[in-house]
């Protein structure tokens, strides 16, 4: 990628901070749906010759350069219309994703790593009303590993009263 290259009005520069730059592991079937992109990407390379710019994305035009941003903003509409789900920005769908990892249960912490979050406050203070449950989870789970073993003693305690 150039550095700091400006085409068509997009400036190519390093993330604003040291936690913007980070891998993020992905499931085998996005693993494979890139994979097949980048054939055909190759294919469409190979056709555009010494037309192709290289800046390193992985969705370009057809002949390598940055899609304008009313370009992706229409497909999205097209997106969300064909699939009959309601409007939504295409940055809702970074929210969408942080908000179905921690609705899976998925650690707070790995989700602020996922999005990039310098610190995993910042994640809970933007989603944790999505974890409405916690404080029953959190007494369900200190009894199955307590057991009985708290229980029946407070139990007899309070029975001698």
Same mark, same amino acid.
């Given at each position: 990628?150039?550095?700091?290259?400006?085409?068509?009005?997009?400036?190519?520069?390093?993330?604003?901070?040291?936690?913007?730059?980070?891998?993020?592991?992905?499931?085998?079937?996005?693993?494979?749906?890139?994979?097949?992109?980048?054939?055909?990407?190759?294919?469409?390379?190979?056709?555009?010759?010494?037309?192709?710019?290289?800046?390193?994305?992985?969705?370009?035009?057809?002949?390598?350069?940055?899609?304008?941003?009313? @370009?992706?903003?229409?497909?999205?509409?097209?997106?969300? &219309?064909?699939?009959?789900?309601?409007?939504?920005?295409?940055?809702?769908?970074?929210?969408?994703?942080?908000? /179905? +990892?921690?609705?899976?249960?998925?650690?707070? &912490? =790995? =989700?602020?790593?996922? +999005?990039?979050?310098?610190?995993?406050?910042?994640? +809970? @203070?933007?989603?944790?009303?999505? /974890?409405?449950?916690?404080?029953?989870?959190?007494?369900?789970?200190?009894?199955?590993?307590?057991?009985?073993?708290?229980?029946?003693?407070?139990?007899?305690?309070?029975?001698?009263?």
């Amino acid at each position: 990628m150039a550095d700091k290259a400006a085409v068509k009005g997009i400036i190519f520069q390093e993330p604003k901070s040291a936690a913007s730059t980070r891998r993020v592991p992905l499931d085998p079937g996005t693993v494979q749906a890139l994979r097949e992109h980048r054939k055909k990407q190759a294919a469409v390379r190979l056709k555009a010759g010494e037309k192709w710019r290289d800046y390193g994305l992985v969705f370009c035009t057809k002949n390598g350069t940055p899609y304008a941003y009313s @370009d992706v903003r229409q497909a999205m509409r097209r997106l969300v &219309k064909g699939a009959k789900v309601p409007h939504i920005r295409f940055h809702d769908i970074r929210h969408t994703h942080a908000s /179905l +990892l921690l609705w899976h249960g998925v650690h707070p &912490k =790995v =989700v602020a790593e996922r +999005l990039g979050h310098a610190s995993v406050k910042t994640t +809970l @203070d933007t989603y944790s009303h999505l /974890l409405p449950d916690t404080q029953a989870a959190a007494a369900a789970a200190i009894g199955e590993v307590l057991g009985d073993s708290v229980s029946k003693p407070l139990a007899k305690r309070w029975d001698r009263g």
